[in-house]
């Protein structure tokens, strides 16, 4: 996706456009003058090489001043741009991005990892730049910020969006086999959809989606999630539930299902549970998207299971780079695949010596946090230490790969 009204992108834009403009009109006269001599002063024309060149003042003086000038008010252009590029706006938010091969991974201030960058529209975003291995760089073409990422030293970069959606992260420094591979992208979330982002502690954990809508759309005002009746009929254990409901004038018996929940949503004053007054509104797709009222269904009907907002292993491993080189489809470009990993035997390298081991939790733990001493046989020593993980997370990654 791209789009030109940024702030970095108009300055880099416009300095390209003034620099090109200027050499296109150069490129153009400069050709324009020497075909004009070319024919004019054409050997048929004047067989004897002749010159009568007077010295020119004025013209030496133009065209030594001229070209001064214009070179100087491209530098002057392109410096002050390049400076708004460096200046990060004193509101911007601050994430750290940190590239390593190959993968990136961005840090928000509360500690929260993402593999994507999750930023809110409209707000100035710095992005801190770090590499732990070798020379990457961040290349976001929507914004034109490019900038490399160097072991051993910090730089950053700085963009602000004005259009929610997704944009291009790449890398662009050949940084070894997986170079291609190393995308991502910026997304860029709506004030009210990144606000949710924030307070949602882990994708797998916090409160599920169904429920959050039923709470933003102001449900609860009216039905109960515990059993009470209230305004309307409770939200409790509908799940396969007979109701009475009036529809056409007539009463009839249905027995609650995803259906008529939709329906029930969308149109409320069709069906009619009895007893109940039509106050409900309608909640059209404006309001209530697909996706959400399927989740809002699904909860209702009791098929959301609300997991504990611990460490899941398959989320750390995507947060910490190790999917960049590790495939989950059997592929070993880079290095050993996790597919099956929990049931395999391998064959390793270490002090010299081949030896064919099965892969259980002590292997798995002795790979994270020391994997140059036991080299899979046929790939290279170049993993670094997950030396950076809690024991839970190590934990939580190892109890994952012996399920694959
Ligand atoms: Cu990292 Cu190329």
């Known amino acids: 996706m791209n789009q030109l009204n940024n702030p970095t992108a108009q300055a880099v834009d416009n300095v390209l456009i003034y620099i090109f403009g200027f050499s296109l009109i150069l490129l153009l006269g400069i050709t324009a003058v020497s075909v004009y001599f070319v024919v004019k002063y054409r050997r048929s024309k004047y067989p004897e090489p002749t010159s009568d060149v007077e010295g020119s003042w004025f013209l030496e003086t133009l065209w030594t001043v001229l070209p001064i000038i214009i070179v100087l008010t491209m530098f002057w252009y392109g410096w002050t741009n390049y400076v708004g590029l460096r200046e990060i706006p004193a509101d911007a938010m601050e994430v750290k991005g940190t590239a390593r091969m190959w993968s990136w991974v961005f840090e928000y201030p509360d500690g929260r990892k993402e593999s994507k960058l999750y930023v809110p529209v409209n707000k100035p975003v710095k992005v801190e730049l770090y590499s732990v291995d070798v020379l990457h760089s961040f290349f976001v073409p929507a914004f034109r910020i490019k900038r490399d990422t160097v072991p051993g030293m910090e730089s950053y970069v700085w963009f602000q969006a004005p259009e929610a959606g997704s944009y291009d992260i790449f890398c662009a420094e050949y940084c070894g086999v997986g170079h291609a591979d190393m995308t991502t992208s910026v997304e860029v979330l709506s004030e009210e959809d990144f606000e949710r982002w924030s307070q949602a502690s882990d994708e797998s954990g916090g409160e599920p989606r169904g429920l959050v809508v039923l709470n933003e759309q102001g449900c609860i005002g009216c039905h109960s999630l515990d059993g009470s009746e209230n305004i309307g009929p409770t939200l409790f254990e509908l799940s396969g539930t007979p109701?009475?409901?009036?529809?056409?004038?007539?009463?009839?018996?249905?027995?609650?299902?995803?259906?008529?929940?939709?329906?029930?949503?969308?149109?409320?004053?069709?069906?009619?549970?009895?007893?109940?007054?039509?106050?409900?509104?309608?909640?059209?797709?404006?309001?209530?998207?697909?996706?959400?009222?399927?989740?809002?269904?699904?909860?209702?009907?009791?098929?959301?299971?609300?997991?504990?907002?611990?460490?899941?292993?398959?989320?750390?491993?995507?947060?910490?780079?190790?999917?960049?080189?590790?495939?989950?489809?059997?592929?070993?470009?880079?290095?050993?695949?996790?597919?099956?990993?929990?049931?395999?035997?391998?064959?390793?390298?270490?002090?010299?010596?081949?030896?064919?081991?099965?892969?259980?939790?002590?292997y798995l733990r002795r790979a994270l946090l020391e994997p140059n001493t036991e080299i899979v046989k046929g790939f290279a020593p170049m993993m670094p230490a997950a030396d950076y993980l809690s024991a839970e997370e190590i934990d939580a990654i190892i109890e994952h790969l012996l399920q694959q």
Not at 278 to 285: F, T
Not at 303 to 324: D, F
Request: some cysteine.
């Open 243 to 362: 109701r009475q409901i009036e529809r056409d004038g007539q009463t009839i018996e249905i027995t609650i299902d995803e259906d008529y929940l939709q329906r029930a949503i969308r149109d409320p004053a069709v069906e009619l549970t009895k007893g109940f007054d039509p106050m409900m509104p309608a909640y059209d797709e404006g309001t209530i998207s697909n996706d959400d009222l399927q989740a809002v269904v699904d909860y209702l009907l009791g098929k959301v299971v609300v997991t504990p907002a611990a460490p899941s292993g398959s989320r750390l491993l995507e947060v910490n780079g190790c999917t960049g080189c590790h495939s989950s489809d059997g592929s070993e470009e880079i290095a050993p695949t996790f597919k099956g990993i929990g049931q395999r035997e391998v064959t390793i390298e270490a002090d010299g010596k081949e030896i064919t081991l099965q892969v259980d939790a002590e």
